[in-house]
Structures are given as structure tokens and as C-alpha cells.
């Protein structure tokens, strides 16, 4: 999670997220109950004050490749792109009638045009991101920062190369310089977040289903709670590990045939 704390971000650049709506009010009441409502069934809740949840991803998935596990980001969003490797793939969960995707380095590279993730900073940098008011170079759009980091592999490397540029875009780039390097900056996931990673913490367990029946009871779930205090066991029930990409793909589409899971 995000906490309320301001982030090295925000008090870097003032204006960093500051053109979002507050967030509306039915949803500050009902984080808590979400936050209990996943601890009753122990999964561990991460967050730390002036991080953010990106950074706190990015930081577990890269100690968790340290020691061997392959890793799985659940999101749409195009900055996690940096993080991918061969053992960190993004999981791009199904919208609009389109089914999930998994990315993995060969994906990235392919739907940005380089070489390597870690030039998805670069292009970030370069266009900005209208969602996170990361202003980027003014006049340079997606497309005209792919061709940028295809030319010259990186920003630092552009700017050492101005001269060869021709044009309004000439100075664009040159007359921007503090801002491009900003903007890069605050794309880039931090990976120094101080959360501890401890695969013994993260394997799941059985719910605490005192807690989560006081808690249904309390918000008049009555479906749930009478389901809920019914059913088994996560004893009772027939577990597979899932170890390959295709394995994962496929459980996703059998799951997409289920009713009900």
C-alpha cells in the first residue's frame, strides 16, 4: 500500500501527483476494512512511510530474483517495464474483453523498440507521464522519445550529442535539460526501499476466521459469513503449484470458464 506520508518524489517535485482528485471519501472509509479484511486471511500487508507501493515492489521482486524466485507483478502499468528481467515478468490482468498477459523482457523490448528495460526510464523521462504529472520534455511524445532513445541509448547520451540534433526538437531538448533529467528521475522505481524480504512470511495460510466472521458480521455480509462459516478447510481442498508461464496461462483461461472460484 501507499501510505499518506510524502515521498521522495513529492518533496522533489512539488507538483508530482498534485493535479489528482482527493481521493473520494467512500474509499478513505473503506481501506481499513480492506486492510483487515486481508490480514484475516494472512496475507501480509506491506507498506512503509515515504514509499511508495511501486517502490516496494520493485524492491521485493529484485530480492526475491537474488534468491531464486521468479516473480509475478500484477499490473497495467507501463513503468514496471524497468523491473522485468528473466526471472520478474509483469502480469497483465484481463480489460475490455482482452485476455491476461504476461510480459517478460522480450515483450518490453518489442513494445518499446530497445535493447533493454532499463531504457524504459529513459523514454519516461523523456515523454513524461500525464498520470503522475511528470512533465517531461514539453513536445515530446511517445513516439519522438522512442526514436531519441533508439538513436542515442540514453538520455545522459543524448544530451552529449545535442549538436546532432536539428530544429524545434533541438531546442526543445536542449532548453530542458533539468527538467528531462528530473523527469527520469522520478520514473525511476526505487529499489532500496528498507522492507525486509522473508519468503516464510509470504507463504499462505490458514485465514483467521474469528476475525474475518467478526468482520463480515460487523459490515452485515451475511452471504458471506454464512458461506464462509460453512465451507472447509483450505485442508480440505486440492492444491497445485504452478511453475511455468504456460501453466499459469492456462489456469487463468480455465478460471475465465468458472462461474465461480
Keep these: 500500500f501507499d501510505t499518506?506520508?510524502?515521498t521522495q518524489r513529492h518533496e522533489e517535485f512539488a507538483e508530482y501527483k498534485a493535479h489528482r482528485q482527493e481521493i473520494p471519501e467512500d474509499i478513505l472509509i473503506a481501506v481499513p476494512y480492506i486492510k483487515r479484511l486481508i490480514e484475516g486471511f494472512r496475507i501480509p500487508v506491506i507498506e512503509k512511510p515515504g514509499f511508495e507501493a511501486d517502490d516496494i515492489i520493485g524492491t521485493l521482486a529484485k530480492k526475491a530474483e537474488q534468491h531464486g524466485f521468479i516473480t509475478y507483478m500484477m499490473t497495467p502499468d507501463k513503468d514496471f517495464g524497468q523491473l522485468v528481467s528473466d526471472k520478474i515478468?509483469?502480469?497483465?490482468p484481463a480489460r475490455l474483453g482482452n485476455g491476461a498477459e504476461i510480459l517478460g523482457t522480450k515483450e518490453v523490448c518489442a513494445k518499446w523498440q530497445i535493447e533493454n528495460v532499463n531504457q524504459v526510464i529513459d523514454i519516461l523521462g523523456m515523454m513524461g507521464d500525464a498520470s503522475?504529472?511528470?512533465?517531461?520534455?514539453p513536445g515530446v511524445g511517445e513516439k519522438t522519445a522512442m526514436q531519441l532513445v533508439k538513436d542515442f541509448g540514453?538520455?545522459?547520451n543524448l544530451y552529449k550529442n545535442t549538436d546532432k540534433l536539428k530544429g524545434?526538437?533541438?531546442e526543445k531538448v536542449e532548453n530542458n535539460k533539468d527538467i528531462a533529467v528530473q523527469s527520469k528521475r522520478l520514473a525511476t522505481i526505487l529499489l532500496n526501499v528498507p522492507v525486509e524480504f522473508d519468503e516464510k512470511h509470504l507463504i499462505?495460510?490458514?485465514?483467521?476466521k474469528e476475525a474475518l466472521s467478526q468482520l463480515f458480521a460487523e459490515l452485515?455480509?451475511?452471504?458471506l459469513l454464512k458461506e464462509f462459516t460453512e465451507k472447509g478447510s483450505y485442508e480440505d481442498k486440492e492444491y497445485k503449484v504452478i511453475l511455468s508461464e504456460v501453466e499459469?496461462?492456462?489456469?487463468?483461461?480455465?478460471?475465465?470458464?468458472?462461474?465461480e472460484f
Design 168 to 170: 524545434k526538437l533541438k
Design 204 to 208: 499462505m495460510e490458514e485465514p483467521n
Design 220 to 223: 452485515e455480509f451475511r452471504n
Design 4 to 6: 499518506a506520508e510524502p
Design 154 to 156: 540514453s538520455m545522459e
Design 89 to 92: 515478468f509483469i502480469y497483465k
Design 132 to 137: 503522475d504529472n511528470i512533465p517531461g520534455i
Design 248 to 259: 499459469l496461462l492456462k489456469l487463468t483461461e480455465s478460471l475465465k470458464e468458472t462461474r
